[in-house]
Protein backbone atom coordinates (compact mmCIF):
# COMPACT_ATOMS: atom_id res chain seq x y z
CA UNK A 1 0.00 0.00 0.00
CA UNK A 2 1.13 3.75 -0.61
CA UNK A 3 2.14 5.80 2.35
CA UNK A 4 0.54 8.89 2.96
CA UNK A 5 2.16 12.56 3.85
CA UNK A 6 1.06 15.52 4.96
CA UNK A 7 3.09 18.65 3.15
CA UNK A 8 0.85 21.55 3.43
CA UNK A 9 -1.15 23.36 5.82
CA UNK A 10 -3.60 26.36 5.70
CA UNK A 11 -5.82 27.96 8.20
CA UNK A 12 -8.00 30.94 9.05
CA UNK A 13 -9.32 31.23 12.48
CA UNK A 14 -10.47 33.59 15.10
CA UNK A 15 -7.18 33.02 17.04
CA UNK A 16 -4.88 33.57 13.25
CA UNK A 17 -5.23 34.27 9.76
CA UNK A 18 -2.51 32.05 9.10
CA UNK A 19 -0.49 28.71 10.33
CA UNK A 20 1.91 30.93 12.18
CA UNK A 21 -0.17 33.28 13.63
CA UNK A 22 -3.17 30.18 14.62
CA UNK A 23 0.25 28.11 16.17
CA UNK A 24 0.99 30.95 18.27
CA UNK A 25 -1.97 31.69 19.78
CA UNK A 26 -2.15 27.97 20.35
CA UNK A 27 0.75 27.74 22.38
CA UNK A 28 -0.32 31.47 24.54
CA UNK A 29 -3.24 29.89 25.09
CA UNK A 30 -5.28 32.74 23.75
CA UNK A 31 -8.52 32.78 23.42
CA UNK A 32 -10.56 33.67 20.20
CA UNK A 33 -14.11 34.05 21.77
CA UNK A 34 -15.64 37.32 21.83
CA UNK A 35 -19.12 39.04 21.61
CA UNK A 36 -20.35 38.59 18.46
CA UNK A 37 -19.94 41.70 16.00
CA UNK A 38 -21.45 40.62 12.65
CA UNK A 39 -25.27 41.48 13.49
CA UNK A 40 -26.41 42.73 16.27
CA UNK A 41 -26.69 39.85 19.03
CA UNK A 42 -28.29 41.83 21.34
CA UNK A 43 -31.80 39.50 21.16
CA UNK A 44 -29.90 36.29 21.59
CA UNK A 45 -29.39 34.52 24.67
CA UNK A 46 -26.25 33.60 23.65
CA UNK A 47 -23.70 36.55 22.24
CA UNK A 48 -21.04 35.49 21.64
CA UNK A 49 -19.02 33.35 19.13
CA UNK A 50 -15.21 32.55 17.38
CA UNK A 51 -15.82 34.85 14.72
CA UNK A 52 -12.59 35.47 12.58
CA UNK A 53 -11.69 39.37 13.32
CA UNK A 54 -11.35 42.37 10.97
CA UNK A 55 -12.07 40.20 7.81
CA UNK A 56 -12.52 41.85 4.61
CA UNK A 57 -13.39 40.03 2.02
CA UNK A 58 -12.11 42.01 -0.36
CA UNK A 59 -8.64 41.76 0.99
CA UNK A 60 -8.89 38.21 -0.55
CA UNK A 61 -11.16 38.39 -3.52
CA UNK A 62 -12.51 40.63 -6.42
CA UNK A 63 -16.21 42.24 -5.78
CA UNK A 64 -16.90 40.04 -8.79
CA UNK A 65 -15.58 37.07 -7.99
CA UNK A 66 -17.56 37.42 -4.37
CA UNK A 67 -20.68 37.34 -5.73
CA UNK A 68 -19.77 33.25 -6.43
CA UNK A 69 -18.72 32.74 -2.65
CA UNK A 70 -20.22 32.23 0.62
CA UNK A 71 -18.20 32.62 3.70
CA UNK A 72 -17.79 29.33 4.16
CA UNK A 73 -16.00 28.67 0.80
CA UNK A 74 -13.80 32.33 0.90
CA UNK A 75 -12.41 30.69 3.94
CA UNK A 76 -12.38 27.46 2.29
CA UNK A 77 -10.09 28.79 -0.77
CA UNK A 78 -8.19 31.32 1.80
CA UNK A 79 -6.96 28.04 3.75
CA UNK A 80 -5.95 26.32 0.85
CA UNK A 81 -4.02 29.11 -0.59
CA UNK A 82 -1.90 28.92 2.14
CA UNK A 83 -1.43 25.41 1.83
CA UNK A 84 -0.34 25.44 -1.64
CA UNK A 85 1.96 28.35 -1.25
CA UNK A 86 3.35 26.28 2.07
CA UNK A 87 3.82 23.15 0.57
CA UNK A 88 5.80 24.58 -2.50
CA UNK A 89 3.73 21.96 -4.81
CA UNK A 90 3.37 23.11 -8.68
CA UNK A 91 0.84 20.76 -10.53
CA UNK A 92 2.07 19.46 -13.72
CA UNK A 93 -0.45 19.72 -16.65
CA UNK A 94 -0.58 15.68 -16.57
CA UNK A 95 -1.13 15.42 -13.14
CA UNK A 96 -4.15 17.28 -12.83
CA UNK A 97 -6.29 14.32 -13.03
CA UNK A 98 -4.63 12.92 -9.84
CA UNK A 99 -5.30 15.86 -7.58
CA UNK A 100 -8.26 16.67 -6.00
CA UNK A 101 -9.88 18.21 -3.01
CA UNK A 102 -11.93 16.87 -0.19
CA UNK A 103 -13.80 19.67 2.07
CA UNK A 104 -15.62 18.86 5.19
CA UNK A 105 -18.18 21.56 6.45
CA UNK A 106 -21.29 20.61 8.79
CA UNK A 107 -23.47 23.73 8.11
CA UNK A 108 -22.31 24.75 3.88
CA UNK A 109 -23.65 28.27 2.65
CA UNK A 110 -25.21 29.02 6.34
CA UNK A 111 -25.12 33.05 5.57
CA UNK A 112 -26.42 32.73 2.12
CA UNK A 113 -29.38 30.82 3.36
CA UNK A 114 -30.22 32.80 6.05
CA UNK A 115 -29.70 36.05 3.56
CA UNK A 116 -32.23 34.78 0.94
CA UNK A 117 -34.51 33.24 4.09
CA UNK A 118 -34.87 37.22 5.47
CA UNK A 119 -35.70 38.56 1.37
CA UNK A 120 -38.07 35.95 0.89
CA UNK A 121 -40.40 35.92 4.21
CA UNK A 122 -39.21 39.86 5.62
CA UNK A 123 -38.50 41.86 2.55
CA UNK A 124 -41.37 39.48 0.38
CA UNK A 125 -39.01 39.47 -1.96
CA UNK A 126 -40.09 37.72 -5.39
CA UNK A 127 -36.56 36.88 -6.51
CA UNK A 128 -33.54 35.43 -5.07
CA UNK A 129 -29.94 36.08 -5.28
CA UNK A 130 -29.72 33.80 -8.58
CA UNK A 131 -26.00 32.22 -7.14
CA UNK A 132 -28.00 31.01 -4.16
CA UNK A 133 -28.22 27.57 -5.09
CA UNK A 134 -24.34 27.30 -5.84
CA UNK A 135 -23.31 29.55 -3.14
CA UNK A 136 -25.69 27.01 -0.39
CA UNK A 137 -24.33 23.71 -1.22
CA UNK A 138 -21.94 22.07 1.08
CA UNK A 139 -19.77 21.08 -2.13
CA UNK A 140 -19.18 24.60 -2.70
CA UNK A 141 -15.87 25.14 -0.86
CA UNK A 142 -14.81 22.40 -2.54
CA UNK A 143 -15.44 22.68 -6.16
CA UNK A 144 -14.18 26.33 -6.36
CA UNK A 145 -10.86 25.51 -4.56
CA UNK A 146 -11.20 22.75 -7.66
CA UNK A 147 -11.71 25.56 -10.10
CA UNK A 148 -9.07 27.67 -8.88
CA UNK A 149 -6.01 25.23 -8.85
CA UNK A 150 -7.72 23.08 -12.10
CA UNK A 151 -7.89 20.18 -9.71
CA UNK A 152 -10.05 17.54 -11.66
CA UNK A 153 -9.36 14.15 -9.75
CA UNK A 154 -11.80 13.29 -6.78
CA UNK A 155 -13.87 15.94 -5.79
CA UNK A 156 -15.81 15.44 -2.60
CA UNK A 157 -17.98 17.19 0.30
CA UNK A 158 -18.59 15.23 3.97
CA UNK A 159 -20.93 16.62 5.97
CA UNK A 160 -21.01 14.98 9.35
CA UNK A 161 -21.54 17.44 11.82
CA UNK A 162 -18.28 18.03 13.83
CA UNK A 163 -16.74 15.36 12.13
CA UNK A 164 -16.65 16.71 8.61
CA UNK A 165 -13.26 18.01 8.65
CA UNK A 166 -11.95 14.78 10.06
CA UNK A 167 -13.84 12.48 7.89
CA UNK A 168 -12.44 14.76 5.02
CA UNK A 169 -8.89 14.18 6.02
CA UNK A 170 -9.63 10.13 6.06
CA UNK A 171 -11.14 10.20 2.72
CA UNK A 172 -8.42 11.84 0.93
CA UNK A 173 -5.63 9.89 3.02
CA UNK A 174 -7.19 6.85 1.50
CA UNK A 175 -7.96 7.81 -2.05
CA UNK A 176 -4.22 8.40 -1.82
CA UNK A 177 -3.11 5.34 -0.27
CA UNK A 178 -5.44 2.91 -2.51
CA UNK A 179 -4.19 4.71 -5.72
CA UNK A 180 -7.16 6.86 -6.81
CA UNK A 181 -4.92 10.16 -6.21
CA UNK A 182 -1.33 11.37 -6.02
CA UNK A 183 -2.28 14.75 -3.95
CA UNK A 184 -5.44 15.65 -2.21
CA UNK A 185 -6.74 19.18 -0.87
CA UNK A 186 -8.70 18.08 2.76
CA UNK A 187 -9.64 19.60 5.31
CA UNK A 188 -13.26 21.47 6.52
CA UNK A 189 -14.51 24.95 6.51
CA UNK A 190 -18.16 26.74 8.55
CA UNK A 191 -19.20 29.95 8.18
CA UNK A 192 -22.35 29.29 10.26
CA UNK A 193 -22.62 32.57 12.67
CA UNK A 194 -25.93 34.06 11.79
CA UNK A 195 -28.99 35.08 13.56
CA UNK A 196 -31.12 32.23 12.37
CA UNK A 197 -28.80 29.33 13.38
CA UNK A 198 -27.29 31.08 16.42
CA UNK A 199 -31.08 30.92 17.55
CA UNK A 200 -31.54 27.36 16.54
CA UNK A 201 -28.53 26.38 18.76
CA UNK A 202 -29.82 28.20 21.45
CA UNK A 203 -32.75 26.02 21.20
CA UNK A 204 -31.09 22.97 21.40
CA UNK A 205 -29.73 24.33 25.18
CA UNK A 206 -26.27 23.48 24.59
CA UNK A 207 -24.51 26.72 23.53
CA UNK A 208 -22.37 28.55 26.57
CA UNK A 209 -23.24 32.33 27.16
CA UNK A 210 -19.88 33.06 28.33
CA UNK A 211 -21.66 35.48 30.92
CA UNK A 212 -18.56 37.13 32.75
CA UNK A 213 -15.99 36.37 30.61
CA UNK A 214 -16.23 34.93 26.96
CA UNK A 215 -12.52 33.89 26.58
CA UNK A 216 -13.57 31.63 29.09
CA UNK A 217 -16.89 30.16 28.00
CA UNK A 218 -15.34 27.07 25.92
CA UNK A 219 -13.49 24.86 29.09
CA UNK A 220 -15.36 21.64 28.05
CA UNK A 221 -13.10 18.83 30.33
CA UNK A 222 -13.86 21.78 33.14
CA UNK A 223 -16.36 20.64 36.12
CA UNK A 224 -18.31 24.25 35.49
CA UNK A 225 -18.86 23.96 32.10
CA UNK A 226 -21.08 25.61 30.38
CA UNK A 227 -21.41 23.96 26.96
CA UNK A 228 -20.21 24.87 23.30
CA UNK A 229 -19.11 27.90 21.52
CA UNK A 230 -19.99 28.53 17.89
CA UNK A 231 -17.08 29.43 15.97
CA UNK A 232 -16.31 30.27 12.02
CA UNK A 233 -13.01 29.56 9.56
CA UNK A 234 -11.27 27.18 8.10
CA UNK A 235 -8.09 24.09 7.78
CA UNK A 236 -7.09 22.64 4.72
CA UNK A 237 -3.83 19.72 4.75
CA UNK A 238 -1.89 19.08 1.50
CA UNK A 239 -1.62 15.62 1.62
CA UNK A 240 0.50 13.42 -0.93
CA UNK A 241 1.68 10.17 -1.86
CA UNK A 242 5.04 10.00 0.25
CA UNK A 243 7.32 8.97 -3.11
CA UNK A 244 5.40 11.64 -5.11
CA UNK A 245 6.67 14.04 -1.89
CA UNK A 246 9.76 12.89 -2.33
CA UNK A 247 10.59 13.22 -5.75
CA UNK A 248 10.34 16.87 -5.61
CA UNK A 249 11.99 17.16 -2.69
CA UNK A 250 8.74 18.48 -0.11
CA UNK A 251 9.14 19.30 3.49
CA UNK A 252 7.08 16.32 5.72
CA UNK A 253 5.55 18.02 8.12
CA UNK A 254 3.47 14.20 9.29
CA UNK A 255 2.65 10.70 7.99
CA UNK A 256 -0.99 9.50 8.04
CA UNK A 257 -0.84 6.28 8.92
CA UNK A 258 -4.42 4.98 9.78
CA UNK A 259 -7.96 6.23 9.77
CA UNK A 260 -11.14 5.12 11.19
CA UNK A 261 -15.04 5.77 11.08
CA UNK A 262 -17.97 4.11 12.42
CA UNK A 263 -21.64 5.01 13.85
CA UNK A 264 -22.92 4.85 16.78
CA UNK A 265 -26.61 4.65 15.83
CA UNK A 266 -28.07 5.07 18.80
CA UNK A 267 -29.08 8.74 20.33
CA UNK A 268 -28.88 11.87 18.50
CA UNK A 269 -26.63 13.84 20.18
CA UNK A 270 -25.23 11.93 23.02
CA UNK A 271 -22.12 9.91 22.18
CA UNK A 272 -21.72 5.37 22.83
CA UNK A 273 -18.44 4.32 24.15
CA UNK A 274 -18.26 2.01 22.02
CA UNK A 275 -18.29 3.79 18.64
CA UNK A 276 -15.77 5.95 19.48
CA UNK A 277 -13.33 2.62 20.82
CA UNK A 278 -14.39 0.46 17.45
CA UNK A 279 -13.14 4.11 15.41
CA UNK A 280 -9.61 4.43 17.49
CA UNK A 281 -9.19 0.66 16.90
CA UNK A 282 -9.70 0.90 13.60
CA UNK A 283 -6.97 4.05 13.13
CA UNK A 284 -4.55 1.60 15.50
CA UNK A 285 -5.21 -1.29 13.51
CA UNK A 286 -4.50 0.25 10.02
CA UNK A 287 -1.58 2.38 10.72
CA UNK A 288 0.39 -0.25 12.78
CA UNK A 289 0.41 1.44 15.97
CA UNK A 290 0.29 -0.01 19.61
CA UNK A 291 -1.74 2.01 22.31
CA UNK A 292 1.13 2.81 23.86
CA UNK A 293 3.06 4.63 21.30
CA UNK A 294 0.34 7.26 21.67
CA UNK A 295 1.49 10.36 23.16
CA UNK A 296 -0.94 12.81 21.88
CA UNK A 297 -4.59 13.24 21.95
CA UNK A 298 -6.62 15.53 20.19
CA UNK A 299 -10.16 15.39 22.02
CA UNK A 300 -13.34 17.10 20.65
CA UNK A 301 -15.03 17.93 23.86
CA UNK A 302 -18.88 19.04 23.45
Same mark, same amino acid.
Given at each position: ?????????????????????????? =?? /????? $?????????? =??????????????????????????????????????????????????????????????????????? +?????????????????????????? /?????????????????????????????? +???????? /????????? /??? $???????????????????????????????? $????????????????????????????????????????????????????????????????????????????????
Amino acid at each position: MRRVVITGMGVIASTGKDVESFFSAL =LS /GRSGI $ARISQFDPSA =LTVQIAAEIPAYTPTDYFPAKRLEMLDRFSQFALIAAREAMQSSGLEVREEERTHFGVVVGSGMGGAQTLD +QGYLNLYAKQATRLHPFTIPKVMHNA /GASQICMEYSAQGPSLATSTACSSAGHAIG +QAFHLIKF /GMADMMLAG /GAD $APITYGMLRSWESVRVLATGNGDPRRACRPFS $ADREGMVMGEGSAILLLEELEHARRRGATIYAEVSGYGLTADASHITQPSVDGPVRAIRMALNEGGVNPEEVDYINAHGT
